[in-house]
């Protein structure tokens, strides 16, 4: 969507504040022991007392509140009986419909003890994004996000998965501009429009460039051996810096 006026931004801001909380409440529960499903349960409880409402669930049917992926795993976990174990990399991607807005976010965690590769590739991750979002503003090329994610893959030695990427969002789940994705793209001439509400969320790899769906119809996975980082941001794009509406304990 396009913001057309202060009661939009105010609703993209409002449900980007609820799952921005969600995905750091669910993030610092991850404990060995617990499984996804109780994980999960966390999110729809939070869900349930803020007034909003899963979105994978509203708009695809998914058999969770939130998506929870696990080591080899790399996005669509679907919550269930998996139990989270010692030195585990943990992903949630928390995204929520309320009063009509969306909003979708993501982050990755390390259960203790944390390896020295696993929290590099979190790092990286984080600065993927960081660095993808000081690329947008009305007016610039979409294509300089996957180039600024794909230099940092490549700077830290990992890799980018492919058919993975961001997307527009705001009054449904996936909108316009789709396949945002995280590799420079030399064919793609779109540009970003003043307002445009997009999600930006760089997924690196240790080994995969591409996954696919497993029997459950839902997670996807790459090697078996590869272990994979998301993080993702809701974002209004401005004529400077875009506003960031999932940003942890702030609006903007």
């Excluded at 509140?65 to 949630?92: L, M, Q, W």
Aim: hydrophobic share 40%; charged share 25%; glycine share 10%.
């Amino acid at each position: 969507m396009t913001i057309q006026n202060q009661y939009d931004l105010d609703g993209i801001l409002a449900i980007g504040r609820i799952v921005a909380d969600i995905r750091d409440a669910m993030l610092a529960a991850v404990e060995p022991g617990m499984t996804t499903a109780e994980l999960d349960e966390i999110g729809g409880q939070m869900l349930s007392r803020l007034g909003a409402t899963s979105a994978p669930m509203k708009c695809y049917d998914f058999p969770g509140f939130t998506c929870i992926s696990v080591n080899e795993e790399a996005a669509h976990g679907v919550p269930g009986a998996r139990v989270i174990g010692a030195g585990d990399i943990v992903n949630v991607d928390v995204s929520a419909e309320r009063d009509g807005y969306y909003a979708d976010t993501g982050g990755t965690t390390v259960v203790s003890p944390v390896a020295d590769d696993k929290a590099a590739l979190c790092r990286a991750t984080e600065l993927a994004l960081e660095r993808a979002l000081a690329e947008v503003r009305a007016g610039a090329r979409l294509n300089r996000i996957g180039k600024a994610i794909e230099r940092v893959a490549i700077s830290h030695r990992f890799k980018v998965i492919e058919n993975l990427a961001g997307h527009g969002l705001g009054r449904s789940l996936h909108e316009e501009p789709e396949s945002i994705v995280g590799f420079y793209d030399a064919a793609d001439r779109r540009r970003l429009a003043y307002g445009q509400v997009i999600a930006v969320e760089p997924f690196l790899s240790t080994r995969s460039t591409f996954v696919s769906e497993t029997d459950d119809g839902w997670t996807l996975v790459g090697h078996p051996d590869s272990r994979s980082a998301q993080f993702e941001h809701t974002i209004v794009v401005t004529d400077g810096a875009p506003i960031i509406a999932t940003r942890s304990g702030a609006a903007a």
